[in-house]
């Protein structure tokens, strides 16, 4: 019963046991989900997509939600460890690679997703990476390497914090010394709105 907001968790279900004291402050995977997958159909012209993700609760929910709105477009699926430890993903490259297909979706988080876009590099593979809002960190870039990692996609039900208004980045970067993350503005938003009611 104690009231609790969370500006990042797009799990559907979490909106779904009738908890009175349970908000969010972004959209949900039945919106994510969807616009990433028309992204891959609609932009890159993808008609086959390969599909993982990291058996999370946040991973596994937006890749279900991407491959319900492509259907027999995924040409292939798979899962990685839940764990964050997994470093060797020569299985699901092997996959994505026999499968044909043009892009590849990860429900995940950036160190995995860009472990997985170097090794999909390594091997040849030269289709577009598609990831949610948990590779929108510098990490993957850094997991992938820059030249593996150009051309990758990241989607959010969020705008950049960058692009926060008035003064919210300087005042963040000055607070805290460091640069605003993806849901630092939702967040002190989600918070004020909180603390109003």
């Not at 946040?58 to 990685?80: E, I, M, P, Q, R």
């Not at 949610?132 to 593996?148: L, S, T």
């Not at 692009?163 to 805290?176: E, H, I, L, N, R």
Request: aromatic share 10%; with cysteine; charged share 20%.
């Amino acid at each position: 019963g104690i009231p609790n907001i969370t500006p990042s968790a797009t799990r559907v279900s979490l909106s779904s046991h009738g908890w009175t004291g349970f908000h969010r402050a972004v959209a949900n995977d039945d919106n994510q989900g969807p616009a990433a997958a028309a992204y891959m159909k609609d932009v890159l012209k993808a008609s086959k997509v390969f599909v993982a993700d990291d058996q999370s609760a946040y991973g596994a929910g937006l890749a279900d939600a991407v491959k319900k709105t492509l259907g027999s477009a995924v040409v292939g699926t798979d899962n990685t460890a839940a764990d964050g430890k997994q470093t060797d993903f020569s299985s699901t490259v092997q996959k994505v690679v026999s499968s044909g297909a043009t892009a590849f979706f990860y429900g995940g988080y950036y160190q995995n997703a860009g472990l997985l876009r170097k090794q999909l590099t390594s091997a040849g593979w030269k289709g577009v990476q598609v990831g949610g809002d948990g590779v929108d960190d510098p990490g993957f870039a850094k997991a992938a390497g820059n030249e593996a990692a150009a051309g990758s996609i990241v989607t959010c039900p969020c705008s950049p914090a960058s692009k926060a208004g008035g003064t919210f980045v300087a005042d963040y970067k000055k607070k805290w010394n460091v640069d605003a993350g993806t849901y630092s503005d939702v967040a002190f938003d989600a918070a004020n709105i909180f603390l109003k009611g």
